[in-house]
DNA sequence: AAGCTAATCCGAAACGTTTCGGATGGTCAA
DNA sequence: TTGACCATCCGAAACGTTTCGGATTAGCTT
């Protein structure tokens, strides 16, 4: 099971059985295949920990997910994992998953991580607009990539133009006829919620229209539904709710239902994420789809490079996501008009879009 | 940075040094004092991958997530992560997470991982009721612990009495007054699969009733939504139908709205794992609460008792799932009774049962 | 004064790999 | 014949830690 075995059962040295395994030239086809052979007999696996002392690495990429009050199960960090799984593995990379809430406990992990040299790397993801954790990995010169831009800049990262996504998903309202249009974000210290908002003011900006109310809490529905609440039962009663992520679209859906309110018809919902629930929601829920593989695959890219000795700080993407248009969106009620009409005129702007989208 | 910086800079030996930081009581308090002083002042971090190299460890616990069609986005293996991560990181291990989809290529990711010596215990989910995983990881006589039971047993495992579950679930729609109960299932391959149906099986027979109609498939909204469709549309349409996972659970509940029947009264849905949409469903869905992070929580126990040296065939344990009653469902409609009675006695069942559970 | 014990410390080996800098022997040209 | 050159191989060091088996000293007993 290991180099000395082979070369003590083959006549030779570990040097040589070392540099046949590996593929160098100064060793003779004969002797390579010797080697191969016996290798293959007695099922030689190289032993990585070794490797990784002699090569002062550690072959593994970290990962933190962030553990709080309904922050768990978001589908986005699986399919991250799953999608950059295979990759990794074919790069020899081991991924360490670790867990821990936003704050102290959560930098003390990445501070564990490279001050005992577990990781070459790391991937950092629920990045925060001003994110201590890479201010950290920065100084400490640790290879990383962020899911989200920050402030700062001048580091990898792949992001979701959610500003672009939400200004896109504004002007639909606005298309549609909605002028009072509020918005259901994320906290605004973090990135995508800054950029999600952003969208959604730059949006009304252009269209010279007031701001709409909004409310800011972790994305999740409980969240959702609370603040749709609110926002329902404010003074002035928005036509259309824009919520950052599709889990807190799925609350304020739920809480039109509760005031009698039909998604699509009396109030227009949009999420963000096309989860697997938008699409069998109560009311099928337009949503906006990030290509959560493509993005993974990007920042793969980056950490290998990065790996390879390239400079990190001028890797940047921002990527589109495409609308997914359902049923929880339409034109604005015309107080006096009838649903049936209201139907019909809701469904051809659909199609519209739909077209639109495909094209 | 290492053990012979602070010996040269203390005019010690490297022995000392590690000696001292290791607690031994060979060395003098006075030196232990300056040794941990000068390792402070440094900042002095052992290396992991040393320290493993040197014990044949190497410090690290596997998973690999199953990548499939419609398998993702399963909020179960990131609440497993994010419950071990903690209380793994304490225990000063890493957790390596790979994915694969399910069959020759998830098994070589498991070779792959015990052959090259990167982890030193492994976790299975998913689990198959035999699977080759486990047959492997035995051979191996590597330590693992499941989540779920096999058929051949004997090894360390963690699982939810599904069995139990969905009988009392069966019961309670039995209680209903319905007697043609559907069942859409997951594969029966998967153990939990296996004992869902299993339970449901079980409490007809126990009450003398007929078996309803039955389909199986990768529990994902989609799937519950064509199934659903197919056993509405049957000759016996069942009036109540019982699902292996939320997920089939939502998606059935789509296809009654599709049919334009109304969960809780025309036909009663209860699902299983008491996700975050299940409360935010159209109809908040009557579901089973698996108790995912006390399960983890013992399966950490096992592990690490398995490292410890224990032998791990003894290891087993069976939890219960708490029911958490919603509005999916109910008692039977009464084909020539009034919605409104049916409402009322719907409450009152509810009630009892939510004091019972409670109790 | 000799032997014993306890308190401290340390050298060297070991874990398995990679790699630097030769070493050996043979062939070929000058 | 001698030097150059090539093909092939290898010894030893290094990565940083832990641990076995002493070694040294001082104090104490008899």
Known sequence: MSLSQIATSLGLSVTTVSRALGGYSDVAETTRKRVIGEAERIGYRPNAVA???RGGRS????????????????????RLIAAIGPRLAEAGLDLIVSSARSGSEELA???QFVENRRVD???????????????????????FVTHGRTRAGGHASVDIDGTRAFREATQR???????????????LDYSFGFFREAGWRAALAEAGLPHGPT???EPNEENGHRLAHELLAGPERPTALLCATDRLAIGA????????????????????DNSPVSNYAATPLTSYDPDIEGAAGRMLDMLLAQLAGQEGAGMNELRGATLVPRRSDGPVPNPS??????????????DDERLHDTA
Not at 59 to 78: K, S
Not at 123 to 139: M, N
Not at 337 to 350: D, L, P, V, Y
């Open 51 to 53: 490797r990784r002392l």
């Open 59 to 78: 072959d593994a990429v970290g990962i933190v997910l962030p553990t709080g009050p309904g922050q768990l199960g978001e589908p986005f960090f699986l």
């Open 109 to 111: 992990l990445y501070r």
């Open 121 to 143: 790397a790391m991937i950092v993801a629920r990045t925060r607009l001003d994110d201590d954790r890479i201010a950290y990995l920065r100084h400490a010169r640790l290879p």
């Open 173 to 187: 309202l606005v298309g549609f006829g909605h002028c009072r249009i509020g918005f259901i974000g994320a906290p």
């Open 215 to 217: 409310r800011f809490a």
């Open 253 to 272: 859906l739920h809480a039109l239902g509760d005031a009698g309110l039909r998604p699509g018809y009396d109030v227009s919902v949009i999420g963000y």
């Open 337 to 350: 008009g009838q649903t049936k009409s209201r139907t019909i005129s809701r469904e051809e702007k659909s």
